[in-house]
């Protein structure tokens, strides 16, 4: 056998997962999140999932033990390994927040290979969102924009302008408002850095060679304490509930936000003008610093 045709320790087999890493680091992550989300492994668990051999499955149970000894004990009868009851996670990608997105991205997407260390699976539903059309082509314009600090030459539509009209753009950042994608840009019309959504963009074109602008984005660059407390409408016991749901302290949680997507933030939390005239049961928070936050906001 030659050296080209024989795997690495870093190198999937036939049957490794497409898509893997597979470097050790990668692999002792994979048995820090299996032992927390299924309370167990095996060697196979390894095999399967990396394609490595039964050796090496077992050099990196041995490695995870050095790192975390009192993670793991071995049922003999099961021939598995099992959590104990002291288990900590040693790496960040055991977070549950991590293993929620894995099971949602999953019962959203399932065909898509995000390379997630899921094995059992909780039946999971999701709201179904309403998709936007992205251009591949455009956002591709746009991140070359991006990179080699150029401007870009755009036809932009929006609710104000819904005819829409050409746009010279200086783009350096891209920015998700937890529904949709928009590009953060100097506009050359305005004179002011906005925000654009690209689905809004319907031709994007190179423009030429400008200079970073992204340091004369003041609002970009600036980040703001934004201070929740519960609704002063509710009832003392609703109060408490909220504190609890947002582990505040003091009776108080304390965000940061860039000044630029203060207007995101608000909306999302119930918390803008058109938004004020609900229960408060629905808005559920209100914002300490109030005023210090409308002094800023960015429309």
């Not at 056998?1 to 497409?18: C, H, L, V």
């Not at 196979?44 to 490595?52: A, H, K, R, V």
């Not at 975390?68 to 009868?77: H, K, P």
């Not at 984005?217 to 109060?239: F, M, N």
Request: aromatic letters at 10%; glycine letters at 6%.
């Amino acid at each position: 056998m030659t050296n080209e045709s024989k795997p690495t320790d870093d190198q999937p087999t036939s049957k490794g997962r497409q898509g893997a890493r597979w470097g050790q680091e990668r692999r002792l992550e994979f048995i820090d999140y299996r032992l927390r989300w299924d309370g167990q492994i095996n060697r196979s668990s390894l095999t399967e999932f990396f394609g490595i051999s039964v050796p090496q499955a077992s050099l990196d149970i041995t490695e995870y033990t050095k790192l975390a000894e009192s993670n793991l004990e071995y049922d003999t009868r099961a021939r598995v390994y099992r959590a104990t009851d002291s288990f900590k996670a040693v790496f960040p990608s055991s977070a549950v927040e991590r293993y929620l997105e894995d099971l949602l991205r999953v019962a959203v997407q399932s065909e898509v290979p995000y390379g997630s260390f899921l094995n059992w699976q909780s039946p999971v539903a999701a709201v179904p969102k309403l998709g936007r059309r992205l251009n591949a082509d455009i956002v591709g314009e746009i991140l070359r924009a991006i990179r080699e600090k150029e401007y870009v030459e755009v036809f932009y539509q929006s609710m104000n302008d819904p005819e829409g009209g050409e746009r010279r753009l200086s783009p350096h950042a891209l920015v998700h408002d937890g529904n949709r994608w928009h590009v953060r840009a100097y506009c050359h019309k305005r004179k002011d850095f906005r925000d654009f959504s690209l689905t809004r963009i319907k031709h994007c074109k190179y423009g030429g060679q400008d200079r970073d602008r992204a340091d004369e984005d003041y609002a970009w660059h600036t980040i703001v304490d934004v201070v929740l407390i519960p609704h002063p409408g509710l009832t003392p016991s609703q109060r408490n509930l909220i504190e609890a749901d947002f582990l505040m302290e003091n009776g108080e949680m304390h965000v940061k936000c860039r000044q630029a997507l203060l207007v995101y933030l608000l909306f999302q939390l119930n918390l803008n003008d058109d938004q004020a005239d609900q229960r408060p049961e629905v808005i559920q928070l209100a914002l300490k610093n109030k005023n210090e936050i409308k002094a800023l906001f960015q429309y």
